[in-house]
């Protein structure tokens, strides 16, 4: 359970941004995620859905944007999307590439509804 792990580490990092005190008025969590992170998004919702029951944080919905493997080819100067864990560059076949994107994991936003809680 890769996720399960994951999914902890990304309550960890929202108790790091927003006190338990306002951490009942989170309503999303947006994180992003890479095609090469090897996340099941479906598993990863399951898993945080059952690592926030019964705490501050069981509002809170997971967002999740995926990334695309993306290489930048030192050969032909072209950025493209390839195949995830394929570092060859898509345009012109050579292996002189850097990794751009897709391997990310990372919380890139928490929203927090600090209108509610009722009764100004
Ligand atoms: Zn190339």
Sequence with gaps: MHELSIAQSIIEIVGQYVTRAEQEQVRRVNVRIGAMAGVVPDSLEFCFAA??????????????????????????????????????????????????????????????????????
């Design 51 to 120: 690592v926030i029951h019964h705490t501050p944080l069981q509002d809170a919905v997971l967002v999740m944007e995926t990334v695309p493997f993306c290489v930048r080819c030192h050969a032909c100067g072209q950025t493209t999307e390839s195949e995830p864990g394929i570092a060859l560059c898509p345009a012109c076949g050579s292996a002189d590439t850097d990794i751009v994107s897709g391997t990310e994991l990372q919380v890139v936003s928490i929203d927090v509804d600090e209108a509610s809680g009722g009764g100004a």
